[in-house]
């Protein structure tokens, strides 16, 4: 293999004496490619950061260095040697003035000029060239992959292709990835040398990008800028006579080598009476430094309890330090960081420590291991690696990861926090419920993500990549279908339910299993509802519990079926088929109080049709009777008693629940549960589906995202939801219980089909001639 790619995976300096030394570099790119060139004994072209005068040598490797730039051997470097001010105009002025914030989609950013592109076009004919050279030097017996890395070369397939087209050099493929994002056409047409780049790019076998939207982007803009023939589902496009491949492949890290260098790293990076909340960037704009260093502060501002107890770690590497905009964005990130600094500092405590240079792995891997919560928050990211590098190195007591949905790693890695990395309130609520999440839920997120980034690590990558170059399997996408069927549980489930596992339904009760009507008591479920549920209940494969806001005796009596886990009082109280119960020890203080609050509640706001209903521990006040413009006045004063009382306000369907202040919800209801009937890896057993119609159910959508299917039954489109899915009324939901029954119908024939007929064990050893 060959490996192209603007940077050698370090840099070099002259020396006093005239030597050259390397210096390691930091970037996605030179992390995940320079292991796998020293594992392959694969070749390197790339720049090496200074010109290298005649007679001069590349210093050789040290073998025993834990850093893959510096194991690299002297034989597989060829490096480029570009004339600086050439140089200048095609790195700075061209790649990170032009390319870097057009494909960040960040395109006012952008600063175009000619001579930069022409600087560009040459700095890639010439690395097409000596590219041309290693393709020539390598044995001819075995099979050639020439595998170019990046924005930086984006024109390079299309010299080697026609280098190869015109004769003179062997056989070999053409692949490309790209580790950035690849932006919309909207956007990509604003890019004076558009076609160019596509062209240059389509001289490949296969072009590979992190995630389906950016491969499905580049599609589009072969299609629209250069009319060519694209076959979406398939990802292909038609090219000069050729088909060029177009795929998606998550880039991974090392994981098992990250985790031993946690391992191995110092033992203590902070003052353990301290929780670290860590940042780790190249100091570049679209990482959203400066808007992530504002959301802690919102974070002290909004939660006081966190001064002196939290500590952001903010670790920044210099990169591109010649770029104007880089150098505003460093004197800009350190005025903020002394601002937040001077406001908060106390004698013995300051909140943001700053650490602006490179650092070894083993050094970033302590920290890693040591972070309570990893900041994640770029504005536009290709994949981010620091992300699955905290992963790996979490092996400690679990903490959580708050990660952008802006970057290629915020599409797989779901049991993250999602947070918008521009929204400081919304930042600094994500961090403090980071800090406050308990020890379960935390373990649950991280050994799932732990479990994902295991298996998909850098080197499944490098094998689905290269395994695609000789072979490519096309993916079958299914098409849009308009209003709900059957089919569409069976394209959301069916991938998900496997052959194997148990299924868990959680269903809400009211709003969700029956439609919700004018008196709770005259909430009933649909009698084909009830019969499916009935018959699921049976299924020794499927676990159903009802999660409600009712009390339990009466959610019990309305739904009316044994078998299954019932949970009242938003999971204050749960019950299992075998008798066994949990009440949660808060509530008993409260029971005390609500008498005062419902006589209250009676005595004022209970006119007009208006009454309260009493659950034991929580009152709902309903008001589903009382005229529109009655409501206001009367919903406003109901809120002050309960609040007078102690007790929490919540809104639900025409009525104000009070909950007692306690720390518990519907999503700690079905965790608790899910636990307590599976055990502490239910995740790895157990299959979920979760459904819900409430805003009581959102807690629940959010504890369980990324580890089940949740949906939320509402008709209406500006509600905002955590669902995976969205159900417009409970006939959906009967059709979700129908869809199951029927799959784990058919999958249990199937298992009969290829399993032996059930007999006794005693049967089992007459057959086998034992007795
Ligand atoms: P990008 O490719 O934009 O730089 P990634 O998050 O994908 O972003 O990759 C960054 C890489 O740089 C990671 O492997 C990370 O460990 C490394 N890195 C980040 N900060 C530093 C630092 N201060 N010193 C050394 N390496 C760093
Ligand atoms: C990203 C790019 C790499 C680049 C790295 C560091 O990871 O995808 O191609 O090498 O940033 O940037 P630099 O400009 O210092 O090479």
Redesign the pocket.
């Known amino acids: 293999m060959i490996v192209v790619a603007n940077r050698l995976p370090f840099v070099l300096k002259q020396n006093e004496n005239g030597t050259l030394s390397r210096q390691?570099s930091?970037?996605?790119?030179?992390?995940?490619m320079a292991p796998i060139v020293c594992d392959s004994d694969g070749i390197w072209v790339g720049w090496a950061a200074i010109p290298i005068e005649p007679g001069q040598e590349i210093p050789e490797g040290n073998p025993d260095s834990s850093i893959p730039g510096e194991r690299l051997k002297r034989s597989q470097i060829r490096p480029v040697n570009i004339d600086v001010d050439v140089f200048d105009e095609y790195y700075n002025g061209c790649c990170n003035t032009a390319f870097w914030p057009m494909f960040h989609s960040m395109p006012d950013r952008a600063v175009f000029k000619r001579e930069n592109w022409k600087s560009y076009s040459l700095v890639n004919r010439q690395f097409a060239e000596e590219t041309a050279r290693a393709v020539s030097s390598c044995d001819t017996t075995k099979p050639l992959l020439v595998w170019i890395h990046d924005y930086h070369l984006t024109l390079v397939p299309g010299h080697l292709r026609q280098m190869a087209d015109e004769g003179g050099l062997r056989r070999f493929k053409i692949a490309f990835f790209l580790?950035?994002p690849f932006p919309s056409w909207d956007i990509f047409r604003l890019f004076p040398w558009d076609d160019e780049i596509l062209i240059g790019m389509l001289g490949c076998d296969l072009i590979g990008f992190h995630v389906e939207g950016y491969a499905e982007n580049f599609l589009e803009c072969c299609q629209k800028r250069l009319g060519l023939v694209v076959d979406r589902e398939r990802k292909l496009v038609q090219h000069d006579g050729r088909t060029v491949v177009v795929q998606a492949f998550p880039?991974g890290?090392p994981f098992k080598q990250f985790e031993e260098m946690a391992k191995c790293a110092d033992a203590e990076t902070v003052d353990p009476s301290l929780k670290l909340v860590l940042g780790?960037?190249?100091l570049?704009y679209?990482?959203g430094i400066i808007h992530r260093v504002r959301g802690f502060e919102k974070l002290l501002d909004t939660y006081p309890e966190h001064r002196e107890s939290v500590v952001l770690l903010q670790?920044?590497?210099?990169?591109r330090t010649d770029v104007q905009e880089y150098q505003e964005l460093k004197d800009e990130l350190d005025r903020e960081i002394g601002r937040i600094n001077g406001r908060f500092s106390t004698t013995r405590w300051s909140p943001i420590r700053y650490?602006?240079?490179?650092?070894?792995?083993e050094?970033?891997c302590a920290f890693y291991r040591d972070a309570s919560v990893a900041l994640?928050t770029?504005i536009r990211?290709?994949?981010?690696?620091?992300?699955?590098?905290f992963v790996a190195c979490q092996m400690k007591e679990p903490g959580v990861l708050i990660l952008s949905p802006f970057t290629g790693a915020g599409e797989t890695m779901h049991e993250a926090l999602l947070v918008n990395p521009l929204e400081e309130t919304g930042l600094a609520d994500t961090i403090h419920r980071a800090l406050t999440m308990p020890l379960d839920e935390r373990e649950l997120r991280m050994s799932a993500l732990r479990r994902r980034e295991r298996t998909y690590d850098v080197h499944k990558w490098v094998q689905s990549f290269l395994c695609a170059t000789g072979t490519v399997e096309n993916d079958d996408r299914d098409s849009h279908l308009e209003s709900l069927t059957i089919e569409h549980f069976e394209k959301w489930l069916a991938c998900y339910v496997d052959d194997s596992s148990k299924l868990v339904l959680l269903l809400d009760y009211d709003g969700t299993l029956a439609p919700i009507a004018q008196h709770p008591d005259e909430a009933h479920l649909p009698k084909d509802t009830r019969s499916v549920l009935e018959h699921l209940t049976e299924m020794p494969d499927v676990y159903v519990a009802v999660i409600s806001g009712r009390s339990i005796s009466n959610v019990k009596a309305m739904v009316g079926i044994s078998g299954i886990t019932y949970a009242g009082n938003h999971g204050l109280d749960i019950e299992h088929p075998d008798g066994t119960t949990f009440i949660h020890p808060d509530q008993a203080k409260f029971k005390t109080l609500i008498g005062g609050l419902k006589m209250e509640l009676e005595r004022d706001v209970c006119k007009e049709g208006a009454w309260v209903e009493n659950k034991g521990v929580i009152l709902t006040y309903h008001y589903r009777n009382v005229q529109m413009d009655k409501r206001l006045a009367l919903t406003d004063q109901a809120t002050a008693i309960i609040l007078q009382h102690g007790f929490r306000p919540c809104k639900g369907h025409c009525a104000i629940e009070a909950r007692p202040p306690i720390h518990w919800d519907k999503g700690r209801a079905c965790i608790h549960v899910l636990r307590t009937t599976f055990g502490v890896d239910w995740s790895e057993r157990v299959r979920i589906i979760y459904v819900g119609d409430d805003a009581t159910d959102e807690d629940a959508m959010q504890a369980l995202c990324g580890m089940a299917v949740t949906f939320r039954v509402t008709n209406s489109s500006n509600v905002v939801t955590a669902a995976s899915h969205r159900l417009n009324n409970t006939r959906c939901v009967y059709m979700l219980l129908q869809w199951v029954e029927q799959y784990f119908e058919k999958r249990n024939l199937r298992c009969r089909k290829f399993s032996r007929p059930t007999i006794s064990p005693i049967a089992d050893l007459i057959d086998a001639g034992s007795l």
Do not use: C
Not at 26 to 32: F, I, K, P
Not at 315 to 319: F, G, K, L, T
């Open positions: 390691s930091a970037g996605g790119l030179v992390t995940a580790h950035i880039i890290v780790v960037d190249r570049d679209t990482k670790v920044a590497v210099p990169s650490i602006y240079r490179f650092m070894k792995q050094e970033l994640v770029p990211d290709g994949m981010n690696l620091v992300a699955k590098e």
